[in-house]
């Protein structure tokens, strides 16, 4: 594995002064600092689970751990839910794990390895293997043994049974055994083809019917393939969008979502300017008669005959999406966002007019869900009755009051219904514990891990973060954490950290998070502490957990970029507390943590002495010109005035930022006299999947801090 390290400084007379404030801190003039009694290594050593899934007839569990860049599959079985590991994968070559499923009788897991293609096509390769990388599905039997190779593909559809696997492919639907002895090598046909493109099949309870959405630009259709006779078929065509099939219990009908087709095609638009008065009724926006634009279906599968059960209120935005539609007790149960809060609604399968249950009702969002086997409960996790958390929460999917059962300093995420419904298995963390797989018992009470910490896990090392409401200069209100060092003395004055979040579609929280690098920054924020730094981690406007106003910003990224106004706002914050020295606060981000750090050294290196900037963006738009708003929201427009020290970390196949970003940047701070130091990664993605490059990079962020903070001379 490669890694290409550079550093970069001039002296100008503009920069003479800043130059030599940090003549003393250069590379390698002070030594890096040691948290109290542990290292990175040390809080980073837990296995980090994701993806769990569970089996509808037995209660079994399977879950993706990464632990130290080791990815493997593990199980539990109840009733004590023991974890097992069951492959053997122990290299930290960046090989990724994902979409775990388990059959219903719980004797087959499948799941993916390999990461996803480039734009190119390319599969991610971070260790530079010279056969390359490919993305293909796995299998294994849950009892153990050695895991097999079923196909090339991703996102498995496993059927009931264990036997086959779907997935897309080149817009048709294909089909692969499990079972190697029933099919050597990877199919070279799709199982059918149908005309248009095939996506999102879902297998019929009983295994012998796929549905599927069948896409026709302008139109879409709900598709049935009966795998023994076999034959395609379509529910109530017409032409209208129809997506999101969901089997009823007895698999003899189909509920989906509809909406109005295209008019004249996907290129029919409204010029600039242009009022309504001129468009023709039914032109200026796609309805149905009567002025909605979003219903409820459900199909007969055998007749293929549908009938509308809901439709949202004619020339209202409330309920205009719908996502993961669902067959409840009796009732269709879907996600919307009517209002300020994502929540969870109902309506009777026989039929609803008016606005549909709120099963999820209060000041929050839901943001995690599964249904019971039976389909009669509805378990979800989120920050209702407690913003800066997560709880767990069930109610009845034909509606009544939720009941809450988890409460406290705990965090329940990613809840996973068990065939016997007497315990939830969930994602549990905690502002000392990192995310475990563990069991809250289904009527209520405190959930219980099943993984056990490493001895060398720093558990009651663990300062408890407090949050932080703060406003900006606009007025505009934002939460954070802070992370006060254990060995904090009134009178003291120490240097302060800011972290970033990276999205911005994301709320950090008071206690580990439930996304990887968001977990390991978490960690690192604790270790910062541990070594003395004030930490302050930022919910900056645009971010989720706050609610649809919160989030939906209009002047936001590249369209002002007010949410920098809370960085600026936290870092004032910082140099006013009486225990954080002024002329040594930092800050440090991935992604749109990266931007918001490039942009709080461009604008005010006077308040951020120093920065680490992780895959960050730094020119949004293709105009060089002061008066346009995408060039003056990015960092690059302010570059000029950049006077601190940063660090640039980058993987050359970053799949979410343009590698060219760190490129110009670099351009720009050498032209500018601008001292950094770099880091890049060649062939690694945007989030790193070798985990010693993290070792590596926070590692390099703690020597950086420092060197340029810690050590900072006057």
Do not use: C
């Not at 008065?277 to 796609?286: C, D, K, N, T």
């Not at 690694?684 to 703690?702: K, N, P, Q, Y």
């Amino acid at each position: 594995m490669s890694t290409s390290r550079s550093f970069g400084r001039g002296l100008v007379p503009a920069l003479l002064a800043s130059s030599v404030l940090l003549a003393s801190a250069l590379p390698g003039s002070a030594p890096a600092l040691s948290a109290q009694g542990f290292t990175i290594e040390d809080v980073l050593s837990p296995q980090f689970p994701v993806a769990m899934a569970s089996a509808r007839s037995v209660d079994r569990i399977a879950w993706i751990a990464f632990e130290r860049g080791r990815r493997n599959v593990w199980t539990a079985v109840g009733p004590d839910f023991a974890p097992v590991r069951l492959t053997d994968w122990m290299d930290d070559l960046g090989h990724d794990l994902t979409d775990v499923r388990v059959s219903d009788d719980g004797e087959v897991i499948v799941f993916v390895r390999g990461h996803t293609p480039n734009r190119e096509g390319w599969i991610a390769n971070p260790s530079s293997e010279p056969q390359g990388s490919e993305r293909a599905i796995w299998a294994m039997g849950s009892s153990g043994g050695e895991p097999w190779r079923v196909a090339e593909g991703s996102s498995p559809v496993l059927s009931p049974d264990g036997r086959w696997v779907l997935f897309v492919k080149d817009g048709q639907i294909w089909r692969a055994a499990v079972n190697p002895g029933v099919q050597a090598g990877d199919p070279t046909e799709p199982l059918f083809r149908a005309f248009g493109v095939n996506s999102n099949p879902v297998w019929s309870p009983d295994g012998k019917r796929i549905a599927f959405v069948s896409t026709r630009e302008d139109h879409s259709y709900i598709g049935i393939y009966d795998v023994e006779i076999p034959k395609v078929s379509y529910l109530a065509p017409g032409v209208d969008r129809d997506d999101l099939p969901a089997w009823s219990p007895d698999g003899k009908q189909v509920a989906f979502v509809r909406r109005p087709g295209l008019p004249f095609g996907t290129t029919a638009r409204r010029p600039p300017n242009v009022p309504d008065s001129v468009i023709p009724r039914g032109l200026q926006e796609a309805r149905f008669a009567g002025g909605y634009n979003l219903a409820l279906w459900i199909a007969d599968v055998e007749t293929g005959k549908g009938r509308e059960v809901w439709h949202n209120v004619p020339h209202d935005s409330a309920f205009s999406r719908v996502t993961n539609l669902m067959w409840g007790d009796q009732s269709l149960v879907f996600a919307s966002e009517p209002g300020n809060w994502g929540h969870y609604y109902s309506v009777p399968a026989s039929g609803h007019e008016g606005l549909p249950i709120d099963l999820t009702p209060g000041e929050g969002f839901v943001e995690h869900v599964a249904l019971s086997k039976d389909g009669r409960t509805l378990y979800f996790a989120g920050n209702i009755g407690d913003i800066h958390r997560r709880d767990l929460f069930k109610v009845a999917t034909r509606g009544g009051s939720p009941q809450q059962l988890t409460k406290g300093a705990m965090l329940e995420t990613y809840p996973a219904s068990l065939a016997s419904d007497r315990q939830v298995a969930v994602l549990l963390a905690g502002p000392s514990l990192p995310q475990s797989v563990a069991l809250v018992p289904a009527n209520g009470g405190e959930g219980r891990a099943v993984v056990p910490l490493p001895q060398r896990f720093p558990k009651a090392k663990h300062v408890v973060p407090e949050n932080v409401t703060l406003k900006a200069a606009d007025g505009f209100e934002f939460h954070n954490q802070i992370f006060l060092p254990p060995d904090l003395k009134p009178g003291e004055r120490r240097p302060a950290l800011i972290f970033i979040h990276g999205g911005s579609r994301r709320q950090m929280l008071l206690g580990y998070h439930y996304m990887h690098f968001y977990h390991m920054a978490y960690a690192v924020n604790q270790y910062l502490a541990n070594k003395g730094y004030v930490v302050l981690s930022v919910n900056y406007r645009s971010g989720i957990g706050y609610g649809k106003a919160f989030r939906n910003i209009p002047d936001i990224g590249r369209r002002g970029n007010s949410e920098y106004r809370d960085i600026l706002a936290a870092g004032l914050y910082l140099q006013g507390r009486p225990d954080v020295d002024p002329k040594r606060v930092g800050l440090w981000g991935l992604s749109y943590g990266g931007i918001l750090t490039a942009q709080g050294l461009a604008r005010n290196s006077d308040v951020f002495a120093a920065g680490v900037d992780i895959a960050g963006v730094h020119f949004w738009g293709d105009a060089l010109d002061p008066n346009v708003v995408t060039y003056s929201s990015s960092s690059a427009s302010e570059v000029d005035k950049w006077t601190s020290p940063v660090l640039l970390i980058q993987g050359d196949d970053d799949r979410n930022v343009d590698f060219s970003q760190t490129v110009g940047l670099v351009q720009a701070l050498r032209a500018n006299d601008v001292y950094f130091e770099l880091t890049v990664y060649p062939d690694e993605v945007h989030d790193f999947l070798v985990f010693s490059r993290w070792i590596e990079t926070f590692g390099a962020t703690d020597d950086f801090f420092s060197r340029f903070l810690w050590n900072k001379k006057e």
